[in-house]
């Protein structure tokens, strides 16, 4: 995640950039010099960030926050926003999501265009008319490692059981490695038996399929908790049940359309907190590792300004 030129330093009141120029597999390369200038006109000094991984990519825009950024944008996907809010949750300074990523669930959500230019001048107006809009954001609790923040979709079954394989192979390269990874973990399926509370109430299931949605979709729209509302201070879960592999085969093309929680063997439950226990499953959110389950997440509503 590098801008491919030295972080600029920040300035009490300037708008920090964070970009990733693989996300979308390069696809919006240029694109941060049209951001950069429409961000100038706005009237502010904009500052570049530079980060080489997610962890530096985090760093840096804490330390832009502390610096006194009045704003930070990325230019990226879910990956990019995941590490902007480990800095910018229940800051006050608000987020600007350039949607330039395979993945841009959590700013199409939010109401962003989806073409990034649109999306930029957006960001731009917001910025020049002093105009913030308040979102909430669900925060992860995991033994032994700091809380993270996320604003889209928790993965805590199969989808996450495909990133942690794919995470650990290493061939092929590209998404053929994720492709792969479905197709082992496909032949492995099994369901595994989970304990959910909600809100204090325990729920003891067996599943193949466990999501946690503050917004709507993950994975570049698929709409796995299709009625989830980022603005109502309310997490959804979806539990798919013990179906074999022929059935998630099925169920899966509808999650695009987030017909799939009419399913006989799928639930829906809402909660304001959310504690899942499970051996052997590693949770994600926003596509990033988060740790192995048991995790907590809890809904905080208006934990994020947007830029809208």
């Known amino acids: 995640m590098s801008l491919g030129s030295a972080t600029t330093p920040v300035t009490p009141g300037a708008v920090a950039v964070l970009a990733n120029p693989s996300a979308g597999r390069g696809r919006h390369g240029g694109l941060l010099p049209a951001v950069r200038e429409l961000l100038t006109a706005a009237g502010r000094p904009v500052c570049l960030l530079s980060a080489a991984t997610a962890a530096d990519a985090v760093a840096v825009c804490r330390r832009a926050v502390a610096a006194g950024a009045s704003a930070l944008v990325t230019v990226g996907g879910d990956g990019t926003v995941h590490a902007a809010l480990q800095a910018l949750a229940t800051t006050g300074v608000p987020l600007g999501p350039v949607p330039a990523g395979?993945?841009?669930?959590?700013?199409?959500?939010?109401?962003?265009?989806?073409?990034?230019?649109?999306?930029?001048?957006?960001?731009?107006?917001?910025?020049?008319?002093?105009?913030?809009?308040?979102?909430?954001?669900?925060?992860?609790?995991?033994?032994?490692?700091?809380?993270?923040?996320?604003?889209?979709?928790l993965a805590a079954g199969f989808d996450a059981i495909v990133n942690e394989r794919a995470n650990r192979m290493r061939w092929p390269s590209g998404p053929r490695r994720y492709d792969l990874a479905i197709l082992v973990e496909l032949a492995r399926l099994r369901p595994r038996r989970y304990r959910i509370v909600l809100d204090g109430e325990p729920h003891h299931l067996d599943a193949v399929l466990v999501a946690v949605g503050n917004c709507a979709s993950y994975g570049g729209g698929m709409r796995i908790c299709p009625a989830a509302d980022p603005a109502d201070g309310l997490l959804d879960v979806v539990v798919a049940g013990p179906v074999g592999r022929a059935t998630?085969?099925?169920?899966?093309?509808?999650?695009?359309?987030?017909?799939?929680?009419?399913?006989?063997?799928?639930?829906?439950?809402?909660?304001?907190?959310?504690?899942?226990?499970?051996?052997?499953?590693?949770?994600?959110?926003?596509?990033?590792?988060?740790?192995p389950l048991p995790l907590t997440v809890t809904a905080v509503p208006d934990a994020l300004r947007l830029l809208r």
Do not use: C, M
């Open 102 to 153: 395979t993945g841009n669930d959590f700013a199409l959500a939010t109401g962003f265009p989806a073409d990034p230019t649109a999306a930029a001048a957006a960001i731009a107006d917001a910025i020049r008319a002093g105009r913030t809009q308040g979102v909430d954001l669900a925060r992860v609790s995991v033994a032994d490692t700091p809380d993270r923040w996320y604003g889209a979709v």
């Open 248 to 291: 998630l085969i099925r169920i899966k093309p509808q999650v695009y359309r987030g017909t799939h929680v009419g399913h006989p063997q799928v639930r829906s439950f809402r909660a304001r907190q959310i504690i899942i226990e499970a051996a052997g499953v590693v949770g994600y959110a926003d596509g990033e590792r988060l740790g």
